[in-house]
């Protein structure tokens, strides 16, 4: 596996590389999640460039950067295991310079949920990623349905700027109690994280409901605002694929999205019907 620590460097090792490239930004901390993400990028690709950067634009002042896990040499390990033909892994220094051009996320999807609660957040998101892009030349990238509407934008984005490279969504990888991996979850005490199982449950109570017949959305997350009760809830959502709520849940088009806080941590989770 070849450490690329600046674009320069990654642009040399890929020019020795023929045929597609996957690619899978993260922002390290690696978890059984991520190296779904890269599996799938492996059976797919004759090139797996995976990228681990924790992009400084995209946290909020007083959100958690300097204390975002980092976990260089597991993370190393667990690329080279997987498979990974070239890590990227740039500091900031690398990927941004002074006073530059940006990214805005779209007024509306991009100021909603995640958005409204981050305002700014997407823009460094759409703004790394469209870095990230041009400097790897992607055939292929792949990213978590776990993050909805930062997947939605994504691929909104590639298609505004006609790119030509295919976005990949990935099914959420949980612990068998359901919770959903996250490198967040480091900061969860034990009796927090029990806390926090209560975002997949209210989901799966949410699935178990539209199985049995009830669609309604009103009657869903009442429910679901039961059973999260004693979090401190930011949103829970039913929405269509295009990020418009809905009355009812409609099968292939519908996602319910939950943001709560579990003490000071801020996770996030959703179910795609
Ligand atoms: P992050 O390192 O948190 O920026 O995540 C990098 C990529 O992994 C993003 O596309 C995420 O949506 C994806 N991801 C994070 N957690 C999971 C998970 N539990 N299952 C599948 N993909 C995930």
Known sequence: MIIARSAQELKDALALK???IGFVPTMGALHIGHRTLIDAARKENDTVVVSIFVNPTQFLPGEDLSKYPRREEADFKICELSGVDILFYPDAGGMYGEDEVRMCAPDVRGFILEG???PGHFDG????VMKLFNIVSPTRAYFGKKDAQQLALIMQMVNNFFMKIEIVPMDTVRENDGLALSSRNVYLSPAERQEALKLSAALKSATKMVMQG???S????????TILAPLNVEYVVIVNRGF?????????DTIILVAARVGVTRLIDNVWM
Do not use: C, P, Y
């Open 18 to 20: 023929t045929g597609s």
């Open 116 to 118: 409204a609660s981050r």
């Open 125 to 128: 998101v759409l703004t790394v």
């Open 214 to 216: 009830n669609i309604n």
């Open 218 to 225: 009103a009657d869903i997350k009442a429910n679901m605002e």
């Open 244 to 252: 418009e709520s809905i009355e009812n849940v409609a099968i292939g």
